[in-house]
């Protein structure tokens, strides 16, 4: 079996991308936000209530003849940035890009924080970090990846994000046209549940590549890149105008300055991101300040490799035993 669905920026500044999905008989379409940070697949649904729905997509599963209440469990999650939700678990059919798994936990909303509300493009997530994530008790579900695997034609799936473009997430196979060269792997160390690797070093512009094993999680739902902030203060000191500002809460600068590019390691290839990606937005629509696509992680306790360096890769996540991460240019 295999899958590929597209990937699809929700805005213009690429802050999540949201993937086309259907749910029960007869299929019911939302836009997901497929997520590697997390482990949790929950909608937008009938059981949300109405002031806190703005625009999305909604599963409602008593329209679904495949639906099946999970009775007696709730789940309940929050995220990095703060935002969360909670709710009730149905089991259905659910299929991505022509894959399909039956009786997939389908985690549905009956309460979303503020910013999913106002987020009207994004009708919930789809968890593919490792499923000890998984927030339903008394008994935690199994990821849609989890439930397929045993069905893929290889055990992976790939993400091909892009810089203000539709990229693609497949699924059971690796398609060799979407990269070019090798894929370079590396070992992940699947605690707590993220997809954590190393990166074997960095370089900023031509400068000298600087070898050291900087760990983090590769996490297709959050938008930016997060290092230690040595690096982010070596990158930003090449850019005129540039500062740390309490009050935008991260490096903004000029958005007429020439930033450098960035180039990490994957074991001995190397990955380069183009300055464009590095500035993000501009902080409001008529500003001449920019806001940084590679910010510092000292306030998160963890690096987080995110859109913004995954969209300069191919990126193979495989579940094979041991699980492992690859790395291709594009
Ligand atoms: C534009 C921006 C200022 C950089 S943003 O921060 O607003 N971007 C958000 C994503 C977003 C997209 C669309 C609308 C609104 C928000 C972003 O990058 N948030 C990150 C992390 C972060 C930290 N600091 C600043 N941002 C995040 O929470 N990402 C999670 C998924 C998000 C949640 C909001 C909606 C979009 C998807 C995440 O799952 O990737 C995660 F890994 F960061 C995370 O929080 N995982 C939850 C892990 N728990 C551990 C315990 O068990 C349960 C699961």
């Known amino acids: 079996d295999k899958g590929s669905a597209a990937a699809i920026p929700i805005n213009e500044v690429d802050i999540a991308y949201v993937t086309p999905v259907t749910i ?39 329209k679904s003849s495949t639906s099946k209440l999970l009775s007696g469990h709730t789940w309940s999650i929050r995220y990095g940035d703060g935002s969360g939700s909670r709710g009730s678990v ?8 022509g894959l399909e798994v039956r009786s997939q936990a389908v985690q549905t909303a009956l309460e979303v924080s503020s910013s999913f509300t106002q987020e009207q493009s994004l009708d919930g997530l789809v968890g593919l970090g490792f499923s000890t994530l998984n927030t339903v008790r008394p008994s935690s579900q199994l990821t849609f990846f989890d439930n397929a695997r045993p069905n893929l034609d ?5 993400a091909d994000l892009k810089y203000h473009a539709t990229g693609s997430y497949d ?30 070093g960095y370089s900023v512009g031509s400068g000298a590549f600087q070898a050291s094993q900087i760990s983090g999680i590769s996490d297709t739902g959050t938008t930016l890149l997060y290092l230690p902030t040595a690096i982010v203060t070596a990158y930003y000191r090449q850019v005129q105008g540039a500062q740390n500002s309490q009050y935008y809460g991260g490096y903004v600068f000029p958005c007429s300055s020439t930033l450098p590019t960035f180039t990490f390691g994957i074991e001995g290839a190397r990955f380069t991101i183009p300055a464009s990606y590095i500035n993000y937005t501009r902080i409001s629509p008529t500003s001449t300040t920019c806001y940084g696509g590679l910010q510092s992680s000292s306030g998160l306790g963890i690096n987080i490799f995110g859109d913004v360096a995954l969209k300069a890769a191919f990126v193979v996540f495989s579940g094979t035993n041991p699980p492992r991460i690859g790395f291709a240019t594009k």
């Open 154 to 158: 290889e055990e992976v799936f790939t």
């Open 24 to 62: 029960g008989t007869p299929p019911q379409t939302l836009m997901l936000d497929l997520d590697t940070g997390s482990s949790d697949l929950w909608v937008f649904s009938s059981l949300t209530p109405s002031t806190q729905v703005r625009g999305q997509e909604i599963y409602t599963p008593t």
């Open 171 to 200: 699924f059971g196979f690796i398609d060799s046209k979407k990269y070019t060269g090798n894929i370079t792997y590396t070992a992940v160390q699947q605690s707590p549940g993220y997809w954590t690797h190393s990166l074997s």
């Open 90 to 97: 149905y089991t259905d059919n659910f299929t991505i890009g």
